[in-house]
């Protein structure tokens, strides 16, 4: 995901995308799956670039 869309979205969608992705998978091996809890303190949105 962060190597595909860091140029163009800022960090908290797309760590909403992941989060979703990960919500999403069932386990295989008891049928159960996770649910990611965020807590963030940003006040801006964050872009990652290339150096």
Known sequence: MFKEH???NHLEDMLITVREHVASEVCE???MKQMPCVWSTLTRRLYLRSS
């Open 6 to 8: 860091y140029k163009i």
């Open 29 to 31: 091996d008891n049928g």
